[in-house]
């Protein structure tokens, strides 16, 4: 086994290639939600660029998160890589436009627009909901989001911080723009966009904005738009859950990080490193919200091979270089999550009844011998209920720790002042080679711990825009009961 996506898996030391401005995973993103937490077996030496050693100051929040264990900072270039790719889009979508006023009715320019269109939306969300504020109904208008820039031209100036309402309005126009060079039109394979993407992105904005009544528009008729979700009960034993070609996929575009930042406690007979783990694992708080009868405990998981933990694996063919099924982490756009988000807006509106009718549509696939869940009694139970589902659906493909986000500052059904999410620290043995729990680090509330709720914008963009962007003060984190 040699290159995976762009990073090395000869041992536990996946982490080298982090800083590749060719890949577009962010690793980090995996480990900062309640649905991991460290995985330590064995001793890795403390040099060695491991998923713990260089991705805990994220896991555990820290004030400069972009730090490895020994304290030595490494650059996050997720902000310049989606920057970049911002940049050239605008100069498409500006290039497109002229060619179009010559040529109106070229019908292969106005795709080329539509996914254009569709790109530089997805790229301004994903980064808003990891450097931005989370947005507020009530405050979008002065809570500060991300740097706003569409047009072509370079300018002589320093950015600073849009607001969260003019960055989504961009993303709802751009999508909107999408919609019309893309109605009507879905691509024969997987790696373009298509107008159920594009519906399928609409729907997740306007959830992530309260907009129910618009997740319903975009998502009637959804399960007509040649896509279906795959029956559990006939799932093979050790192949994918999710891939390339399968009918639930609508859209995927880049790399797939989860197997090395959650890798095995030993790594086969092409690797001398066995016993040891020094990474990630899928947290006992996830596991526990999978009922014994829900097939996606075993269809998304598989267990290390030493100690047995649960490792995720909705993506099991990673290891075949190149493979042409491979999806994305956080790039991949399946029909559940229509479902999901169409369910989530109606019980917000009050209409139980018809989202509790849309989970009984994925449950029946997920579930074996038709033993899903009862119906919530009441409308924040069922609303806590479709948030369960979502995230057992939906863990390592990117969206728990947006979900998470929005939740916290929900206008109706927040979660609360006393919400927490804690990763488990542990101390090493050497003399008997192992760990003792040391205590957890705490990541509090949105109301009470803001700054540590969204990732800091890079020192080099701080210093190449001389002051005027500026990041929130991040609390300092210390090791808790």
């Not at 896991?59 to 490895?68: K, T």
């Not at 993303?171 to 019309?180: F, T």
């Not at 966009?193 to 528009?217: H, M, N, P, W």
Request: proline share 5%; aromatic share 14%.
């Amino acid at each position: 086994m040699n290159n995976v996506y762009g990073y090395y898996l000869y041992n536990p030391t996946t982490m080298g290639n982090i800083t590749s401005e060719t890949d577009f995973s962010a690793p980090w993103l995996h480990v900062m939600d309640d649905d991991s937490e460290a995985f330590v077996l064995g001793a890795a030496d403390r040099d060695q660029a491991t998923p713990l050693y260089m991705l805990s100051g994220f896991h555990n929040w820290g004030q400069n998160p972009a730090v490895n264990i020994l304290g030595f900072a490494w650059n996050d270039i997720m902000w310049k890589k989606v920057y970049k790719r911002i940049s050239a889009i605008n100069a498409l979508i500006y290039q497109a436009s002229e060619i179009a006023a010559k040529n109106p009715a070229d019908v292969n320019l106005q795709h080329l627009r539509g996914e254009a269109y569709f790109l530089r939306a997805y790229y301004y969300f994903l980064i808003q909901n990891i450097y931005g504020a989370p947005y507020r109904k009530a405050t979008a208008a002065t809570d500060e989001g991300v740097p706003l820039k569409i047009s072509e031209k370079i300018e002589d100036i320093y950015f600073k911080r849009t607001n969260n309402e003019a960055v989504y309005n961009q993303i709802v126009a751009d999508l909107n723009q999408a919609a019309d060079f893309l109605q009507g039109y879905n691509p024969t394979t997987k790696i373009r966009v298509g107008i159920a993407a594009v519906k399928c992105l609409q729907s997740r904005v306007y959830l992530f904005t309260e907009q129910y009544d618009k997740v319903l528009q975009v998502t009637n008729g959804y399960e007509n738009m040649g896509y279906s979700i795959i029956d559990l009960k006939r799932y093979v034993a050790n192949s994918n859950f999710t891939y390339r070609s399968s009918t639930e996929t609508i859209f995927t575009m880049g790399t797939n990080a989860v197997p090395v930042v959650f890798p095995n406690d030993s790594l086969g007979s092409s690797s001398p490193v066995d016993r040891l783990a020094s990474g990630f694992k899928a947290s006992d708080n996830l596991i526990q919200r999978f009922s014994p009868n829900d097939l996606r405990l075993n269809a998304c998981f598989k267990l290390s091979a030493k100690s047995k933990a649960f490792l995720p694996a909705k993506y099991r063919t990673w290891e075949t270089y190149n493979d042409p099924e491979q999806v994305s982490c956080i790039f991949s756009f399946r029909l559940p999550e229509m479902l999901l988000n169409r369910a989530e807006a109606q019980a917000m509106l009050g209409a139980d009844g018809e989202a509790w009718s849309e989970i009984q549509k994925l449950q029946a696939m997920r579930f074996n011998n038709n033993t899903s869940s009862q119906q919530p009694a009441s409308n924040p139970a069922l609303v806590n209920f479709i948030r369960d589902e979502r995230r057992r659906e939906f863990c390592f493909e990117g969206h728990r720790w947006f979900d998470l986000r929005r939740y916290e500052v929900n206008s109706k059904y927040p979660l609360g002042a006393d919400f927490t999410i804690k990763h488990p620290t542990y101390n090493y043995d050497a003399q008997t080679n192992t760990y003792t729990r040391a205590g957890n680090y705490v990541l509090n509330s949105i109301a009470q711990d803001a700054a540590s709720w969204q990732v800091p914008i890079p020192n080099y963009a701080i210093e190449f825009n001389r002051g005027s962007l500026t990041n929130p003060i991040r609390s300092v984190r210390n090791i808790q009961p």
